[in-house]
């Protein structure tokens, strides 16, 4: 059919215009179609290809060069007959009016000035139908790992088609259309007769935010949110606690945000979270907490005594704490009380242990402790204690029905992991060896170490994080499968809310296309051309 | 009892005292910033030579003014007398990699008064755009800007931003930087820059400014009376820095004319040639000059009074060059350290702090020729959107070590500071970024 039409396309293209020679655009991603040659030596007509600003490029998509106008006045996005979502679905209702608005923003509803029906061009564009196609959409659900986002959209006259087996699909293909959307010189809306299939190539495609090196407020969450939506991101790694503060208000333990929060405006509320995860919910979102234990623990002291181990000094306690204590029942005791409230308050079947970067010195240094060491027969291998910790964790976390993230180190030494943890590898040095022994091992993989784009440099560094090839690791297809996607971190010690922005964004677009399109989408140079104009349609 | 706090009837008065005349006037090099500032049980007086040391009192006297648990304001009894280490302490912007819209070097200028710089270096037009709107020739700018109607800088724009900066004390020095960096020129001035040859014929691609035509000196002439009007300032920054020679070398023309001349193969004497007839243009129209080191470097013949701009950076090797520009009797600026458009990881504000633009083998008579310094935030990376947090609190540091004492240099007690500052210019509406992990008391109005 493919190869057909475009041939039918060039026909008309060169009929119509003799003067000009116009290209059909074929773009392919993952193997669904027969490969086809690009049509060589055709030159662009317009200056601007239709594809010039999607971001991330679609598995598939094939452009015409017949254009059809869009009246904002009269444009509608609605629901397709057939359609499992109506218009009691919350979720699309909500997403026609955002891209309405992002396509024609300040073109209002116009309802004077209509250009006499001779006078138009091109045919019209009166409406894009989304239809629904699983028995049941997703309205009022939260997106899962294992939700579909797969879409399917048809730009002709004188209806557009989006179709998608779940709502998720729709929101990514709402994205993609609106992309193609564009103005002439005149102002008029105009769109290309087009076709795309579409689906992402990971499934987990996540940003991680850290709001307790420096507080966050909501508005800069939620715009994260509306950038990470036109980025087909679909995971908010929400880094809410760690040493410097404890944001995170919690219903159970008041005191932990009262005694550790930077200060008592600096919070978020149950109102604010919910806020949070209904916000990202409706962009098609996954908001996974994460709460990192037994290090990155100081804020917790604040607020709960004798949570934190006392570091010792010549035999006396030196007033100082260092992680969590793994060895008395009062900290299971909290950490089941808190983690049945953090189970409840987050929606998603997935919540983040954190287990990274614990310090052994306070422990060795604490004579309770290496009294337990040696009771239990670990010697002086505390990672052996620091597992035991963490087993108890993720027993706790198990037993209230949610999957547990951890970073690398848990794997790494040695903790007995549930067999659908989701294993975070951070650590740069020879990530893909890391890889290749979590996926080797079984577990599901999570890559962040060539993504930590806290690291600012000098120049276009957005090239090396495209540039990434995370499959670039010995395996077998088996364990390849089992990378289910990354994430790019915006660590926050240099990062609050009068930088995040523009540090964050477009250089996570560029992990955005890699999650997303197909592995031979590498080109650089095309690359550049679509991503300062995704940047411009951002701005 | 001896440990109540004195709280005397609130002082209700600051009172400012200027000893010399001239509040219509423009800063200069020359112009004195010192201050007194006494603050003491029934009297506050701030007493200056001239207005902008005033200004400078003015900004300390605001930083000292506290607010307490209660929220009542405060100042402690206090005693300053100070004065600039350099009288040359600048920030260049960059307004042709990207334009930058009238408010954003507005605000610049506002975070420029509250850190104490006095010179804005308008780096206006280079390579990518021309948004400087010529009355003398218009079809610069028309052909030139990345969008002629929306990204110029009008006649108006130019006097608000002068007479802006003139109200906080800080000059305006504009620079039009040539021979090189001028490919935007092209297209409004046919004929101004070099045919580049591919062989024997043009290779429809253009270099650096022809030197080997008079039309060139004549639309010179034309082009800097005009800018000598508009810019009030006694100094014009003319560039002058990395000039690209392959376009020269290919034009068969200029060949001819290097032949003729008895350059030889040595196209800095053809570079020296044409900065040479630019400087004697300017010097007539009454403007003194900076230029980039190259044209130093390059042995042309400068006035006694040209001020040498040191941005070279390899591995320290800027120190010797200042001892070779102070050492042959011109003034140095220096840049070379303090490009803050190079950023990387972490607290790099802290390397910026710690230069010491003295430290090189000179006599006092030498050192005493470096007039200050620069730090330069140019435009390949930096637009609207991410200006103020690349700038801010980084700049800060550049301006303390042009400003105070050569000894004040204890990193810690600096940082103590300079996060409390950058507190300040949050609550002063300006998003300068975080130095280090924590907050500020009043970050935010709400969510």
């Not at chain 1, 919070?267 to 290090?295: H, K, M, N, Q, S």
């Not at chain 2, 009008?154 to 006097?159: H, I």
């Not at chain 2, 800080?170 to 045919?195: C, M, N, Y």
Request: a negative charge; glycine letters at 8%.
């Amino acid at each position: 059919m493919g190869r057909a039409m475009g041939l039918a396309g060039l026909l008309l293209g060169l009929v119509v215009v003799p003067a000009v020679l116009v290209t059909t655009s074929l773009r392919h991603g993952a193997p669904r179609t027969e490969a086809e040659p690009e049509p060589s030596g055709w030159e662009l007509a317009a200056d601007a290809v239709p594809e010039d600003s999607l971001w991330p490029l679609p598995q598939w998509v094939r452009t015409y060069p017949r254009q059809l106008q869009l009246a904002p006045s009269r444009f509608q996005l609605v629901h397709g007959a057939g359609s499992s979502a109506g218009p009691d679905c919350g979720l699309l209702q909500d997403a026609f009016r955002r891209y309405y608005e992002y396509m024609f923003g300040h073109s209002r509803r116009r309802t004077r000035g209509r250009r006499p029906l001779d006078a138009r061009g091109e045919p019209e564009l009166f409406q894009l139908q989304v239809v629904i196609e699983a028995g049941d959409p997703g309205c009022d659900r939260h997106p899962q790992l294992t939700s579909s986002e797969a879409y399917h959209l048809t730009v002709t006259e004188p209806v557009a088609v989006l179709k998608a087996s779940e709502v998720w699909g729709a929101l990514r293909g709402l994205e993609t259309f609106s992309q193609l959307v564009h103005e002439d010189d005149y102002g008029s809306f105009l769109i290309n007769e087009s076709e795309i299939n579409d689906l992402p190539r990971f499934a987990h495609r996540g940003v991680l935010l850290d709001t307790s090196r420096h507080y966050l407020p909501l508005k800069s969450i939620l715009t994260n949110l509306d950038a990470m939506a036109f980025n087909k991101f679909n995971v908010l790694h929400w880094h809410i606690v760690d040493d410097q503060s404890f944001p995170y208000q919690s219903i159970y333990f008041p005191e932990l945000s009262d005694k550790g929060a930077y200060s008592s405006n600096l919070i978020y509320t149950p109102a604010d979270v919910r806020l949070v995860i209904e916000y990202a919910r409706l962009r098609g979102i996954r908001v996974i907490p994460e709460f990192d234990t037994p290090g990155h623990t100081q804020s917790w002291g604040k607020g709960q005594k004798d949570l934190l181990t006392p570091c010792y000094k010549r035999g006396q306690p030196t007033g100082s704490f260092g992680p969590v204590n793994p060895i008395w029942n009062t900290t299971y005791n909290f950490m089941a009380k808190f983690f049945k409230e953090i189970s409840s308050v987050f929606p998603d079947e997935f919540i983040h242990l954190g287990g990274d970067e614990v310090d052994f010195s306070c422990w060795k240094s604490n004579p309770e402790v290496k009294e337990f060491m040696k009771k239990q027969g670990f010697g002086t291998d505390y990672a052996k204690l620091e597992s035991y910790y963490v087993q108890n964790i993720l027993d706790i976390v198990s037993s209230y029905n949610k999957g547990q993230m951890v970073w690398q180190e848990v794997f790494d030494h040695k903790v007995q992991l549930k067999p659908d943890t989701v294993v975070q590898v951070w650590m740069a040095n020879n990530y893909a060896h890391e890889l290749s022994s979590v996926t080797g091992a079984g577990f599901t993989a999570v890559l962040s170490a060539p993504w930590y784009l806290d690291y600012i440099s000098y120049g276009q560094d957005w090239k090396k994080y495209y540039s990434v090839e995370p499959l670039n690791f010995p395996g077998s297809e088996k364990q390849k499968k089992l990378l289910i996607g990354g994430e790019a971190c915006l660590w926050g010690e240099f990062v609050d809310a009068t930088n995040l922005t523009p540090r964050l964004w477009p250089r996570a677009s560029a992990v955005g296309e890699r999650l997303w399109s197909s592995s031979n989408v590498t080109n650089l140079q095309d690359a550049y051309k679509r991503l300062t104009n995704h940047r411009c349609r951002m701005l | 009892a001896e440990n109540e706090p004195s709280w005397e009837t609130p002082c209700t008065e600051l009172l400012v005292y200027v000893s010399t005349p001239g509040c219509d006037g423009f800063p200069t090099l020359d112009s004195k910033e010192s201050y007194k500032l006494s603050v003491s049980k029934g009297s506050m007086l701030l007493s200056a030579e001239t207005v902008w040391g005033a200004l400078r009192g003015l900004e300390t006297f605001s930083q000292l003014v506290g607010r307490d648990e209660n929220g009542t304001y405060y100042i402690n009894e206090t005693e300053i007398v100070d004065f600039p280490r350099f009288p040359h302490r600048g920030l260049l912007l960059d307004t042709s990699r990207h334009y930058l819209p009238l408010r954003a070097i507005l605000e610049t200028l506002d975070v420029m008064a509250y850190n104490k710089f006095n010179v804005f270096h308008w780096h206006i037009v280079d390579d990518p755009s021309f948004p400087y709107e010529s009355s003398t020739f218009p079809e610069l700018s028309k052909q030139g800007a990345f969008n002629a109607m929306t990204h110029v800088y009008t006649a108006s724009d130019v006097r608000t931003v002068i007479e802006y900066a003139r109200l906080r004390g800080i000059r305006v020095i504009a620079e039009f930087d040539t021979p090189g960096h001028t490919l935007s020129w092209g297209p409004g001035a046919p004929g101004l820059l070099t045919p580049c040859y591919m062989g024997k014929v043009p290779s429809g691609v253009y270099g650096p400014i022809n030197p080997i035509v008079n039309s060139t000196y004549q639309f010179l002439t034309r082009l800097f009376q005009e800018v000598s009007t508009v810019f009030p300032d006694f100094f014009l920054h003319l560039g002058g820095d990395e000039v690209d020679f392959t376009c020269w070398q290919s034009n068969p023309e200029i060949r001819a004319f290097m032949m003729e001349r008895g350059f030889g193969e040595d196209y800095k004497k053809l570079e020296s040639f044409y900065i040479q007839r630019l400087l004697d243009i300017v010097s007539s129209l009454g403007k003194g000059y900076i230029v980039w080191q190259e044209v130093f470097d390059n042995d042309v013949k400068l006035r006694p009074d040209t001020i040498i701009h040191v941005w070279k950076e390899n591995k320290m090797q800027y120190l010797k060059e200042m001892a070779n520009v102070t050492r042959s009797g011109y003034q140095a600026l220096l840049s070379a350290p303090w490009y803050l458009n190079r950023i990387s990881y972490g607290q790099d504000w802290i390397e910026a702090y710690k230069v010491e633009p003295l430290n090189f083998e000179g006599s006092p008579e030498q050192k005493a020729l470096v007039v200050g310094g620069e730090a330069c935030m140019w435009g390949e990376y930096v637009d609207v959107t991410n200006l103020t947090p690349r700038l801010w609190p980084r700049g800060g540091a550049v301006a303390e070590r042009l400003w105070s004492n050569e000894t004040v240099r204890d990193v810690e007690d600096a940082y103590a500071r300079l996060v409390e500052f950058r507190c300040t210019l949050l609550g002063r509406g300006v998003q300068a970024q975080p130095l280090y992990v924590g907050y500020c008391d009043r970050e935010f109005g709400g969510v």
